[in-house]
């Protein structure tokens, strides 16, 4: 069973940056394909970018060119780095990975982007 804390979250203006991160244990982490989806306020949640044991990225088409997934295998932590941000941006964002019945979650960390 994974344990996933997600930090980092906060409020940023339009056009700001912020830097998620998070910490992983119960895993072999460096074997694990880690994730980031997000839950927009009343809507469902939403996959952003995943990362393979081998550092290959992928991004949903809305974040593409302006959010990084990036893995730090010595530490058990896996970032987004989130840039040019935007109002549409705003949402609880989870940390995942899989699990034997699908994704495995953490508790998430709001971001809110707005004047």
């Known amino acids: 069973q994974a344990q996933l804390v997600e930090s980092g979250g906060g409020l940023v203006q339009p056009g700001g940056s912020l830097k998620l991160s998070c910490v992983a244990s119960?895993?072999?982490?460096?074997?694990?394909?880690m994730g980031w989806y997000r839950q927009p306020p009343g809507m469902e949640r939403e996959g952003v970018a995943t990362?393979?044991?081998?550092?290959?990225?992928d991004y949903a088409h809305r974040v593409r060119g302006r959010f990084t997934i990036s893995r730090d295998n010595a530490e058990n932590r896996v970032y987004l780095q989130m840039d040019s941000l935007k109002p549409e941006d705003t949402g609880v964002y989870y940390c995942?990975?899989?699990?034997?019945?699908?994704?495995?979650w953490g508790q998430g960390t709001q971001v809110t982007v707005s004047p």
């Open positions: 995942v990975t899989p699990g034997p019945s699908g994704w495995q």
């Open positions: 119960g895993i072999d982490f460096s074997h694990s394909t």
């Open positions: 990362i393979t044991p081998q550092n290959n990225a």
